[in-house]
Nanobody
Framework: QVQLVESGGGSVHAGGSLKLSCAASGNIFSRCGMEWYRQAPGKGRELVSTITQHGTTDYAESVKGRFTISQDRAKNTLYLQLNNLKTEDTALYYC??????????WGQGTQVTVSS
C-alpha cells in the first residue's frame, strides 16, 4: 500500500493562506488519482478536491475559486493551495488515492485552523 503523509497545516486568520502537502511513497500519479478530504470535529469526512491521473481537477462548491489542487510528479507529492481561508475551513485535512488498484494507508492528516 502507498503511504501518505500530510503536512503544511497551521493556524491562520481568516483571509490567510496555507499550502498543504501530501507525500506519497512511490510513483503513483500515472495510474492513480488523488483527493483531499477534510473533517471538522463532530462532522463526517468531506471531499474537498480531486485530481485524476490525467490531471483533471474538481472542487467542492464551498472551496471553488479559493483552493487549488496540484501535483509534482517528480517529487511524488500532492498539494492543496488554500487561499482566502474562512473559519469554516477549519478541519483536519487528509489526502487519499483513488482508482483501481490504488490502495493506500491513511496518513495522520494535517490540521488547518482559521480564526476570525
Amino acid at each position: 500500500q502507498v503511504q501518505l503523509v500530510e503536512s503544511g497545516g497551521g493556524s491562520v486568520h481568516a483571509g490567510g493562506s496555507l499550502k498543504l502537502s501530501c507525500a506519497a511513497s512511490g510513483n503513483i500519479f500515472s495510474r492513480c488519482g488523488m483527493e483531499w478530504y477534510r473533517q471538522a470535529p463532530g462532522k463526517g469526512r468531506e471531499l474537498v478536491s480531486t485530481i485524476t491521473q490525467h490531471g483533471t481537477t474538481d472542487y467542492a462548491e464551498s472551496v471553488k475559486g479559493r483552493f487549488t489542487i496540484s501535483q509534482d510528479r517528480a517529487k511524488n507529492t500532492l498539494y492543496l493551495q488554500l487561499n482566502n481561508l474562512k473559519t469554516e475551513d477549519t478541519a483536519l485535512y487528509y489526502c487519499a488515492l483513488r482508482g483501481t488498484y490504488c490502495y493506500f494507508s491513511w496518513g495522520q492528516g494535517t490540521q488547518v485552523t482559521v480564526s476570525s
